[in-house]
């Protein structure tokens, strides 16, 4: 006789996941929108931007697009004058 396993939904796994992710947030990169009241997370970019005219209006965050904050350097930081060499550090 075989064993019958009872599958949760994937959809409430992931939901499960996802709240116990978000209590490891710590306060201080957590705030919340002072027209809507939504709480952000102060790290995702994409996040804070579009509280910024939120209008009271909730925002799906999954619909976002993710900002990459990340800088690549490109170059030497050195500007070219008449005058000579500027160090722009």
Do not use: W
Not at 26 to 53: I, Y
């Amino acid at each position: 006789m075989k064993k019958a396993f009872k599958m949760k939904p994937i959809i409430d796994l992931m939901d499960k996941s996802i709240n116990k992710l978000k209590k490891l947030i710590p306060p201080e990169h957590e705030m919340k929108c002072n027209t809507c009241g939504q709480s952000m997370d102060l790290r995702d970019l994409s996040q804070v931007f579009a509280h910024e005219d939120c209008g009271g209006i909730h925002i799906d965050y999954d619909s976002l697009k993710q900002i990459n904050s990340s800088s690549i350097k490109i170059g030497t930081p050195e500007q070219y004058t008449k005058k000579g060499t500027l160090n722009l550090n």
